[in-house]
């Protein structure tokens, strides 16, 4: 018999283009490409020159804002109908330019805020699989709505609220917009979007793994059938050296300032600093920049600040100057780089998925100060649930107060129960290393992948009356 080469599998991975959402679908694209898979990333014109990973391509796509993307359209809804129709045009657009290349596209991973990439792949007739970037957990509670057997308004007062395999939740740990839905429509609308045809989907994919949340994932498997395969930590970090060279995720839409910051942490003490950030998107009030500036400056510890520059105004008064020899502040860092550095003792976090799931990889205890979305979801696990940090409580308007943010500070940076969660951070992180390196739980699951998209595309070439090695 005639040998002829089996083809590789190619599968294009569309990410919502924020840093939260580009960096762990890039990861599992560069992961996918370790394992032999051909990798192609689409990304908006505006985002796409922002993006450099080795072994996997880049492509653009439209989102119909191709000179500024979604500051360009002001308004999220307005965004997503423009991604919708452009995005649905340019990715059919760039399958069909591979189609008659020698790496036709066998699958289309694509991040669950975009379900129309789904009814794309089937109209070429290819796989589709979605992709979650929250907690399993958030994504449970989700489903739960979707499904109607949770009805909106959530309003959880006197009682908690209980829903099968997942811990009771107070108020104060639901996402805002489900106890308030007009607060923000279009964001709730395309949470809810994200689980519209997953029937459909060929593969259900979740950034978290199994003994983080495997019983919050399986409380809803009829419903949403997620596997998971997680973190989506680059390798460099979680001591696994299959991926060479993989020290960052690859995609920055700013601009780093490691080399001051890591200098900087030189000269400090082992678990001696604070590292704060809020990530690419929250914006604290003045009032909540105020109080954390003054919780910082009566703290014993050193501190680093991550403070964009368009949040420097929020800033007290002198503030920088009077806390120059025991803090640094910076526009923009490599978060990864910092939490790994054995300088910092605590990181103060908005709870967002990402930088929740860095935290508890890194091994770092925090202090959670969520704002926004699923981070109040995030904010009680890591609390309540994994023991790695204390949770701020706000007052009647919303802000954590200076005393406040101080008490949580010190708790875990020399408090009684720091010990605890130190320990407990160590636990996480090993936990966290074991399910992606090799043989892990996350890392059977993305070894299914792999092979179901060999057999898919060994498949296609036998109906195409090629001989298959």
Not at 67 to 88: C, I, M, P, R, V
Not at 93 to 121: E, N
Not at 289 to 309: D, H, P, T
Not at 323 to 343: S, Y
């Amino acid at each position: 018999m005639e040998k002829v080469h089996v083809r590789t599998p190619h599968v294009i991975v569309l990410p919502y283009p924020s840093q939260g959402h580009i960096n762990p679908l890039l990861q599992f694209a560069k992961r996918l490409a370790s394992k032999g898979i051909k990798a192609t990333l689409a990304t908006t014109h505006y985002t796409v020159k922002s993006i450099q990973a080795a072994n996997v391509a880049v492509e653009p796509i439209s989102d119909g804002f191709d000179d500024g993307g979604f500051a360009q359209a002001q308004n999220e809804d307005t965004y997503l109908k423009s991604f919708k129709e452009n995005g649905s045009k340019s990715l059919s657009q760039l399958i069909q330019k591979y189609q008659t290349s020698v790496s036709p596209i066998t699958c289309i991973i694509y991040d669950s805020f975009f379900p129309w990439a789904l009814d794309v792949a089937k109209q070429h007739g290819i796989l589709g699989a979605s992709f979650f970037t929250n907690s399993a957990t958030v994504c449970a509670i989700f489903s739960h709505i979707h499904d109607g057997t949770l009805t909106l308004p959530v309003n959880v007062r006197n009682e908690s609220l209980w829903l099968p395999g997942l811990p009771p939740f107070n108020s104060c740990d639901l996402p805002g917009f489900i106890k308030a839905p007009e607060s923000y429509p279009a964001y709730l609308a395309m949470k809810l979007s994200q689980f519209s045809n997953i029937a459909n989907a060929d593969f259900v994919f979740d950034n978290s793994f199994e003994k983080l949340e495997g019983q919050e994932a399986r409380s809803v498997a009829e419903a949403w059938a997620a596997k998971l395969i997680g973190p989506m930590v680059p390798s460099a970090y979680m001591e696994d050296s299959r991926i060479e060279g993989d020290k960052g995720y690859g995609a920055s839409l700013w601009k780093p300032l490691s080399n001051q910051c890591t200098s900087w942490l030189k000269t400090k003490p082992n678990k001696s600093v604070i590292y704060i950030s809020f990530g690419s998107m929250v914006s604290l009030t003045s009032k909540q920049m105020e109080e954390m500036a003054y919780a910082l400056m009566s703290s014993n510890s050193y501190f680093l600040w991550v403070v964009r520059e368009t949040e420097r105004k929020k800033l007290p008064t002198q503030f920088i100057e009077t806390t120059e020899n025991k803090g640094l502040i910076v526009t923009w860092c490599n978060q990864l780089e910092m939490l790994a550095h054995p300088a910092i003792g605590c990181f103060v976090t908005h709870c967002g998925w990402n930088s929740t799931l860095e935290g508890l990889s890194l091994g770092v205890p925090m202090v959670a100060i969520p704002q926004f979305s699923d981070q109040m979801t995030d904010a009680k696990f890591i609390e309540e649930i994994w023991g790695v940090g204390v949770r701020a409580k706000e007052d009647e308007f919303g802000i954590a107060s200076r005393e406040e943010v101080l008490f949580c500070l010190r708790e875990v940076m020399e408090g009684e129960r720091s010990g605890d969660m130190r320990s407990n951070a160590r636990k996480w992180r090993e936990m966290a290393k074991e399910a992606i390196n090799e043989g892990g739980s996350s890392d059977k699951c993305i070894d299914e992948f792999v092979k179901e998209l060999i057999a898919a595309t060994s498949g296609e070439e036998e109906e195409q009356g090629h001989h298959v090695i």
